[in-house]
């Protein structure tokens, strides 16, 4: 334990931040069926988990009875009650409006009446703009998100067109639209409005070649949150299915969900069908095997206190060491014109009441002396 303390001047103490980044690459097949055949039944893949309450499906980078097994992201559907669908007789109805009432309060929070704001396309929640009353949700795992999404980095590509006799679209891209949503160029441009962080606008092209339709606003990311909020305007107008021949903003009315070989009656499904007429795990299972690739970088934050411990010419150069003792005594010199001498082996970061909170050892001890200074640079990381 120390017996002579030095304090520690303002210029002494500087904090820092560095943020580190991770690529995820999440393929389709992991996401679509890596662990499935052309006869596999949809949603009955081993790395796929539905829940009794079948409100979300997980999905695992491995069978998730595995001990190997993480859990990558989940997916669910819901829609406001001032959706058109929340109208119709639909599958599972009150829990997809509970869905997106509980998305909605936690992301977009509450107006000053009490009231959840419902998801708005352009991010302003004060003009009344247009609103996302059909969405999708991406909810991926702390694991893999870490601290937050980075911003500017996260790629989705889905397919939407029809398709022939294959287990899975996306082997046969050139007979669909492919659309990438992405929040491309966001570095600089995003929301601080929502009480779980910072969010983005998504947007998506769509097409091959030269032919792209772009969409200026599909959906919401929110970065610290993990959570991709996709509108249902994607894919279907946002009177939920009349006007516009109930084309969405790419000009696709149809995913073109469901192919016989995946036990599925039908080859083509349009968007509000299968919101409504479609369970969540269902709907879930439908959109997992149209999704080509999800990338993003992840980040982690990476903060510090860095201390300069400085050691002046007349400081430190006696130990309170026990055996820096000769014969009782304390061994400052052999006579009397040498210079007293120690050895720095590690630095001790003391409270105010001279507790000790910190040790930081040095790789090999340090000789000091009245003839020379040192400052040692002590991190702390959190």
Do not use: W
């Not at 500087?14 to 069926?33: D, N, Q």
């Not at 694991?143 to 679209?169: C, R």
């Not at 962080?197 to 998504?202: C, M, P």
């Amino acid at each position: 334990m120390a017996t002579v303390f030095k304090t520690f001047l303002n210029n002494d103490i500087t904090s820092t931040r560095t943020l580190l980044h991770e690529a995820i690459p999440l393929t389709g097949s992991i996401v679509s069926g890596t662990y499935g055949t052309n006869t596999t039944t949809l949603g009955n893949e081993p790395h796929i988990k539905n829940y009794a309450h079948g409100m979300f499906q997980s999905i695992y980078d491995y069978p998730y009875l595995s001990s190997s097994a993480n859990h990558i992201f989940d997916i669910t559907f819901g829609y406001s009650a001032k959706s058109a669908l929340s109208a119709s007789i639909s599958v599972q109805n009150e829990k997809k409006i509970n869905i997106y009432n509980q998305m909605a309060a936690v992301l977009s929070g509450y107006d000053e009446t009490g009231s959840i704001r419902r998801f708005d396309e352009d991010g302003n929640q004060t003009d009344g703009g247009t609103k996302m009353n059909e969405c999708i949700f991406l909810n991926f795992s702390r694991l893999l998100n870490k601290d937050e999404i980075k911003k500017g980095s996260f790629s989705l590509q889905v397919g939407t067109g029809s398709f022939t006799g294959s287990f899975n679209e996306i082997t046969h891209p050139s007979q669909a639209a492919l659309v990438t949503i992405s929040d491309s160029g966001k570095e600089n441009d995003y929301r601080v409005n929502s009480p779980a962080g910072e969010y983005s606008i998504l947007s998506a092209t769509a097409g091959y070649g030269s032919q792209h339709t772009y969409a200026p606003a599909c959906g919401l990311i929110y970065y610290q949150a993990g959570i991709v909020v996709l509108s249902g305007s994607l894919f279907v107008s946002s009177s939920g299915g009349s006007g516009d021949g109930g084309k969405g903003i790419l000009g696709k009315n149809n995913l073109q969900f469901g192919d016989p070989a995946l036990g599925t009656s039908t080859n083509v499904t349009n968007f509000p069908a299968i919101l409504s007429g479609t369970s969540i795990s269902g709907s879930s299972n439908f959109l997992r095997h149209r999704i080509k690739n999800i990338s993003f970088n992840n980040t982690t934050e990476l903060n510090s206190t860095i201390h300069f411990c400085r050691a002046n010419h007349n400081d430190f150069n006696y130990s309170s060491n026990p055996t820096y003792v000769s014969e009782s005594k304390i061994r400052l010199k052999n006579n009397s014109l040498d210079a007293p001498v120690s050895y720095i082996t590690s630095v001790g970061l003391y409270s105010a009441d001279n507790e000790l909170l910190a040790v930081a050892k040095l790789s090999e001890p340090l000789k000091k002396d009245p003839t020379n200074e040192m400052t040692l640079r002590v991190r702390l990381d959190y």
